[in-house]
C-alpha cells in the first residue's frame, strides 16, 4: 500500500478509517496529531495539515515527492500518449489564491490606516505570501 511508506516515516499514527489515519505532522513541531493522510480507493495518497503546512514541505520533511503519492503506472507500449495530468486540481489553487490574496489586502489596508501588524499577522502574511509563490510554482508560472 502506497500510504505504508508515508506512515511508517510519522509518529503518534491513528487509523481513524479504513483507509485513513491521523498522525504528527513532519513539517512543523506537532505534538497532537494535526496532519490526516487518506489513500484513495485509485490508490493516490492524499496529506492534509491543518495547521497549514504545504504538502510539498511535509514531504520535503520525510524525503519523498509528489511521486511517492500515486500509484506506479503500468507501461502500457500500445496505450495512445494523454497530456499528463497535473497531481492537483486547477479550481484548488484558484481558491487558495483567492483566500490567500485577501490576508494580503487586509494586511495592505491595516497598514494604510497606520496600524502596524501584530506579530502573528505578520507571521500569516509571510504565510500567504509564500503559498501565492506555491501557487505560481506549481503552475510553472514563476
Ligand atoms: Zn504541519
Redesign the pocket.
Known sequence: MIADKLLNQLTKVKRTGRESWIAC????S?KNP??TITEKDDGRVLVH?????SVD??LGAVGMTFDDLFPERVADPYAPTKPERMPFNPRDVLAAVSTESLIVALSGSQLANGEPLSEENNKRLMLAVERLQDAARICHAD
Not at 25 to 28: D, E, I, L, R, T
Not at 49 to 53: D, I, L, R, S
Open positions: 505532522c513532519p513539517a512543523h506537532d494535526s496532519m495539515c491543518f495547521a497549514g503546512c514541505s511535509i
